[in-house]
């Protein structure tokens, strides 16, 4: 009896680790990766073990937009670094009394 409860009890603490576990697999969104990348990359991973030929042509669509939005994402934070740099060295060239916020 007392080792039916505490199998019982050992398989109850399991589903619950398993539970855990499977709640923290949810993959992170990155910020960078477009909304229609995203509809892209479910597509593939739904025609992966049906249609080879598909899979295939969806695997590189799949890279270029990877690419295109990566591409948009650091040109976005090269011109956010360029427009911070220009403000520091005009208030550098300007006289501390001409500084305007």
Not at 1 to 7: E, I, N, P, R, Y
Not at 17 to 46: F, G, M, N, P
Not at 50 to 73: N, T
Request: glycine share 4%; hydrophobic share 30%.
């Amino acid at each position: 009896m007392g080792a039916k409860l505490l199998v019982a009890s050992s398989l109850r603490g399991t589903q619950n680790y398993r539970s855990s576990c499977l709640d923290r697999q949810v993959a992170k969104k990155k910020k960078w990766i477009s909304d229609a990348t995203y509809a892209a990359i479910r597509e593939k991973k739904e025609a992966k073990g049906k249609d080879k030929k598909r899979y295939q042509e969806l695997k590189a669509e799949v890279q270029r937009k990877l690419r295109v939005d990566k591409q948009q994402q650091l040109e976005g934070m090269c011109i956010g670094i360029r427009s911070s740099e220009l403000k520091r060295k005009f208030q550098e060239a300007l006289p501390d009394s001409q500084i305007y916020d």
